[in-house]
């Protein structure tokens, strides 16, 4: 799952009207969030976008541990082990819907 975005951190910088996403450097804009909702909701909706190469990498370390996860569920009679289950699906659903 080798995605060619633009690295991380990205960040936000107040335009006239509207937020602008954009790498640390300055040198890349990722998105222009225009100020159609309201001040506040464009605001979440920058710093949504801008947390996302941050969101990824936590999501594929949370991946990294479901092999490990998978054989204690395998083994365990917890009635936890299908709530694990359905975290880890959403965490792939997210990753692959970033990356593909």
């Given at each position: 799952m080798k995605t060619q975005h633009t690295p991380g951190e990205w960040v936000i910088v107040k335009?006239?009207?509207?937020?602008?996403?954009?790498?640390?450097?300055?040198?890349?804009?990722?998105?222009?969030?225009?100020?159609?909702?309201?001040?506040?909701?464009?605001?979440?909706?920058?710093?949504?976008?801008?947390?996302?190469?941050?969101?990824?990498?936590?999501?594929?370390?949370?991946?990294?541990?479901?092999?490990?996860?998978d054989q204690w569920m395998a083994s365990s009679r917890d009635s936890q082990a299908g709530k694990f289950e359905s975290i880890f699906n959403k965490a792939e659903a997210a990753i692959k819907k970033a990356t593909e």
């Amino acid at each position: 799952m080798k995605t060619q975005h633009t690295p991380g951190e990205w960040v936000i910088v107040k335009e006239k009207n509207n937020f602008d996403v954009e790498s640390i450097d300055g040198e890349t804009l990722i998105a222009i969030i225009v100020n159609q909702a309201g001040e506040n909701v464009t605001q979440d909706n920058a710093k949504l976008i801008a947390a996302a190469p941050e969101m990824l990498e936590a999501l594929n370390s949370l991946m990294e541990y479901k092999r490990i996860i998978d054989q204690w569920m395998a083994s365990s009679r917890d009635s936890q082990a299908g709530k694990f289950e359905s975290i880890f699906n959403k965490a792939e659903a997210a990753i692959k819907k970033a990356t593909e």
